[in-house]
């Protein structure tokens, strides 16, 4: 299993609502990461989570709030999010250790549209 | 932050034809990877070439990487239709534990048939 799901595919929701991506991957990777693309940018790194703990947080508002339960999920809470912060939200994985340790698996993204 | 610049931000050619992509990156970086994007979903790793590599040949797709001057092209041969898609470079920087994926630009493939 070589795959990075991300639930939900889309999500619209309301500046005052509380909502939560998920990611899911059972490749045995160590690294969990979160992106956020706007329409024809590249993606920013906003999250990095190693052995479970975060490792870098990238300035990233306290509206989005990670979580890492397990070495397989990863999840990231929104609360009180700006129309700004409507784009896809994209997870990935890597290993830590190994000749191919470097290189990251992405999902498919979570299209977030908040109104 | 951004890590890598791509020229050009676009190009469009024809079925059969070569395509380069060509990244300037800023810091010292592990390695640099290039990934493609379909229609603004997930990426796909294509291929990553070690800041001890010069050269890396995978399929169609062969990759340098020029330290010194801190860039890096990636050439599809023979181009498809299906290569149609955003190329991204991303230099991958270590410390200890952690590994951070930056990525630049991209360039947006338009392959005509």
């Known amino acids: 299993d070589t795959e990075v799901t991300q639930t939900p595919k889309h999500l619209v929701m309301g500046m005052t609502n509380k909502k939560s991506l998920k990611c899911e991957q059972h490749?045995?990777?160590?690294?969990m990461y979160w992106y956020k693309q706007k329409a024809k940018k590249p993606p920013e790194l906003m999250f990095v989570?190693?052995?479970?703990?975060?490792?870098i947080n990238e300035s990233v508002p306290s509206r989005f709030s990670p979580e890492c339960p397990n070495s397989s999920l990863l999840n990231l809470h929104l609360h009180a999010l700006q129309p700004e912060d409507s784009a896809l939200y994209l997870c990935a994985s890597s290993r830590l250790q190994g000749a191919d340790a470097r290189y990251a698996f992405f999902g498919q993204g979570t299209r977030l549209t908040v109104v | 932050s951004q890590q890598g610049e791509e020229d050009p931000q676009a190009l469009s050619i024809q079925e059969g034809e070569n395509a380069t992509m060509n990244c300037s990156y800023k810091?010292?970086?592990?390695?640099l990877q290039w990934y493609r994007q379909n229609s603004g979903r997930g990426l796909v790793h294509l291929i990553l070439?070690?800041?001890?590599?010069r050269e890396k040949h995978s399929g169609r797709l062969r990759v340098t990487l020029d330290t010194s001057k801190k860039s890096s092209s990636l050439l599809i041969t023979a181009s498809r239709a299906a290569d149609t898609a955003s190329y991204f470079c991303a230099g991958g920087i270590s410390g200890g534990s952690n590994y951070k994926l930056t990525f630049g630009k991209g360039t947006l493939l338009t392959v005509n048939p």
């Open positions: 989570y190693s052995y479970e703990k975060l490792s």
């Open positions: 070439i070690r800041s001890n590599e």
């Open positions: 810091t010292s970086i592990n390695n």
């Open positions: 490749m045995g990777h160590r690294a």
